[in-house]
């Protein structure tokens, strides 16, 4: 598995579990968003990691550096029955 497609499906298993461990569902439940679908994106800004040395994984830096661009969007979507998608 590449270093860039590992990382996607781990912080869209963080973001599954930030939401459901949270009373998020039932905030969205108390404003009749229940049947509605919620987008997530969570934006790396690549200029700032690839003028970084935080990343101590030298491929994933790597592999980050070697994307086209200026940003990577991750976009989740959040279904209001615990369940979890990507788009």
């Known amino acids: 598995m590449d270093k860039i497609k590992q990382l996607q499906e781990e912080i869209n298993q963080r973001m599954e579990e930030a939401i ?28 700032k990691i690839r003028n970084t040395d935080f990343i101590t994984d030298k491929e994933l830096q790597d592999a980050l550096r070697e994307i086209p661009g200026t940003e990577m969007t991750l976009r989740c979507c959040y279904p209001c029955g615990l369940q979890w998608c990507n788009c």
């Open 20 to 47: 459901i461990n949270s009373d998020f569902p039932e905030f969205l439940n108390s404003k009749g968003l229940v049947e509605k679908t919620l987008k997530v994106e969570v934006m790396l800004d690549l200029n």
